[in-house]
């Protein structure tokens, strides 16, 4: 998991999910509530999407490094 994540994921992960668990109780299920649901899972996608976007990463730069190795080989 710390591999995708850094700390600072973590830490908005944690502070976001605590801001809703606030925000519920203080609010209530009103139609406020909706509204902060969606700022958590807005949070949530973008961690999600950041999370994606490393693995990409990461594949790309193990193919890369796989076509370095060949073309070294060749020459």
Known sequence: MN???DSGSI???AITFILFVIA???KGFTHNL???AGVFLV??????MA??????SRRIIKELE???EKIEKEN
Do not use: G
Not at 51 to 56: G, H
């Open 11 to 13: 830490l908005i992960i």
């Open 34 to 36: 909706l509204l902060e």
């Open 24 to 26: 519920l109780f203080v």
């Open 51 to 56: 999370y994606k976007n490393s693995k990409t």
């Open 3 to 5: 591999e995708h994540f």
């Open 43 to 48: 949070s949530v996608k973008l961690i999600i």
């Open 66 to 68: 796989e076509i370095k």
